[in-house]
């Protein structure tokens, strides 16, 4: 079996279930923006198909979307750069997934962490899109055999599950058709705290607004909302293994290091002795100048929405001209008749 040389070339979603905040921003968008331009093409994607495994309200689910692709331009992602598309406008994505469906084993499926929470005691009753969705997110990643993808800790098994389709397939076939997908996992907070308690995650789903800073949270809310977030009685610390035991200090640390692009190491040299009265309003200050900006713009966008539609659809062009050609070849491999040519 030759070796094949692959593009490089990233690949990246989120799903469009509303309420976009800081976690999203420093955990995956900041690093999609980061990682344009450089030595990689880049294709990143509001995910709707994951989206509905669990119930949506589909007005909802429309203008969450809407207002995910507004995020991601006003943070700095062009959509002439990189591809900027909406999934289920990618009819490639679901057609490879039950290809990957038919791949991937039950026993790998019952394994995933994710589905686990998801479900809960309640899984019987679970759809089954939720349960299967790792082979779709597989396929997301494979239909642009894409060599990298940036995620957090929460998704490295779901990486580890693609590279288990990708080699099986390569092996049942006898073909080294889908790459080795890498991942990407760097910054001082590619996972971000609550504000309220530094031991979970910060998320759209908790009951208190004040837990987590929403994109379109203008510079006052901001700033209250930093002023009141948790933090506990002692100096910061001048060194980062002070904080292993300070989780509310931590996450905050992390916030700002990401925001100002430094490491902790060396936030942690220029505020290391002070309290936090002096250093919250520091990073109050910081989150304003970085984050307002972008709330401003997501405003802005929303207001045109037939011009995000008119990006996406142009977005869903230009990466079909990639996936047509690898979904033909799959069902070539596999001994499907291949669809016609877009």
Same mark, same amino acid.
């Given at each position: 079996?030759?070796? *094949?040389?692959?593009?490089?070339?990233?690949?990246?979603?989120?799903?469009?279930?509303?309420?976009?905040? /800081?976690?999203?921003?420093? %955990?995956?968008?900041?690093?999609?923006?980061?990682?344009?331009?450089?030595?990689?093409? *880049?294709?990143?994607?509001?995910?709707?198909?994951?989206?509905?495994?669990?119930?949506?309200? #589909?007005?909802d689910l429309m203008k969450s979307t809407r207002e995910l692709?507004?995020?991601?331009?006003?943070?700095? $992602?062009?959509?002439?750069?990189?591809?900027?598309?909406? !999934?289920?406008?990618?009819?490639?994505?679901?057609?490879l997934a039950w290809v990957f469906n038919c791949v991937a084993?039950?026993?790998?499926?019952?394994?995933?962490?994710?589905?686990?929470?998801?479900?809960?005691?309640? @899984?019987?009753?679970?759809?089954? =899109?939720?349960? @299967?969705?790792? +082979?779709?997110?597989?396929?997301?990643?494979?239909?642009?055999?894409?060599?990298?993808? #940036?995620? %957090?800790?929460?998704?490295?098994?779901?990486?580890?599950?693609?590279?288990?389709? @990708?080699?099986?397939?390569?092996?049942?076939?006898?073909?080294?058709?889908?790459?080795? *997908?890498?991942?990407?996992?760097?910054?001082?907070?590619?996972?971000?705290?609550?504000?309220?308690?530094?031991?979970?995650?910060?998320?759209?789903?908790?009951?208190?607004?004040?837990?987590?800073?929403?994109?379109?949270?203008?510079?006052?809310?901001?700033?209250?909302?930093?002023?009141?977030?948790?933090?506990?009685?002692?100096? /910061?610390?001048?060194?980062?293994?002070?904080?292993?035991?300070?989780?509310?200090?931590?996450?905050?640390?992390? $916030?700002?290091? +990401?925001?100002?692009?430094?490491?902790?190491?060396?936030?942690?040299?220029?505020?290391? %002795?002070?309290?936090?009265?002096?250093?919250?309003?520091?990073? @109050?200050?910081?989150?304003?100048?970085?984050?307002?900006? $972008?709330?401003?713009?997501?405003?802005?966008?929303?207001?045109? !929405?037939?011009? $995000?539609?008119?990006?996406l659809a142009r977005g869903a062009e230009r990466a079909r001209?990639?996936?047509? #050609?690898?979904?033909?070849? *799959?069902?070539?491999?596999? =001994?499907?008749?291949? #669809?016609?040519?877009?």
């Amino acid at each position: 079996m030759s070796e *094949t040389s692959f593009t490089p070339r990233v690949f990246s979603g989120i799903q469009p279930s509303g309420n976009l905040h /800081l976690g999203n921003y420093l %955990g995956a968008i900041k690093r999609f923006v980061d990682m344009q331009g450089s030595d990689f093409e *880049t294709v990143y994607c509001m995910v709707d198909m994951h989206a509905i495994t669990v119930w949506q309200n #589909p007005q909802d689910l429309m203008k969450s979307t809407r207002e995910l692709c507004a995020g991601f331009i006003a943070s700095g $992602i062009d959509p002439e750069q990189s591809i900027l598309i909406n !999934q289920s406008q990618v009819p490639e994505h679901a057609q490879l997934a039950w290809v990957f469906n038919c791949v991937a084993r039950m026993g790998w499926m019952q394994r995933m962490t994710q589905f686990k929470d998801k479900a809960g005691k309640n @899984a019987q009753n679970a759809s089954l =899109g939720l349960f @299967a969705y790792p +082979a779709l997110m597989a396929a997301d990643i494979l239909i642009y055999h894409a060599t990298h993808v #940036p995620v %957090g800790d929460d998704q490295k098994q779901h990486l580890e599950l693609t590279r288990d389709i @990708a080699a099986k397939f390569n092996h049942d076939y006898g073909v080294d058709f889908f790459p080795m *997908t890498e991942p990407v996992i760097e910054g001082a907070a590619t996972r971000v705290m609550s504000l309220r308690d530094g031991s979970k995650k910060m998320s759209k789903s908790d009951a208190s607004d004040a837990s987590r800073i929403n994109m379109t949270d203008d510079a006052d809310t901001l700033a209250k909302k930093i002023r009141k977030a948790k933090t506990d009685p002692d100096a /910061l610390p001048s060194e980062a293994k002070g904080l292993e035991e300070r989780p509310e200090a931590r996450n905050l640390i992390n $916030i700002y290091a +990401a925001l100002n692009d430094q490491s902790v190491e060396e936030v942690l040299a220029d505020v290391g %002795g002070k309290q936090f009265g002096e250093f919250k309003p520091m990073l @109050a200050d910081l989150a304003v100048s970085k984050l307002a900006p $972008i709330a401003g713009e997501m405003a802005r966008l929303m207001d045109d !929405q037939t011009e $995000i539609d008119r990006i996406l659809a142009r977005g869903a062009e230009r990466a079909r001209e990639i996936t047509a #050609p690898i979904l033909r070849k *799959t069902y070539d491999i596999v =001994g499907m008749v291949p #669809p016609a040519a877009v």
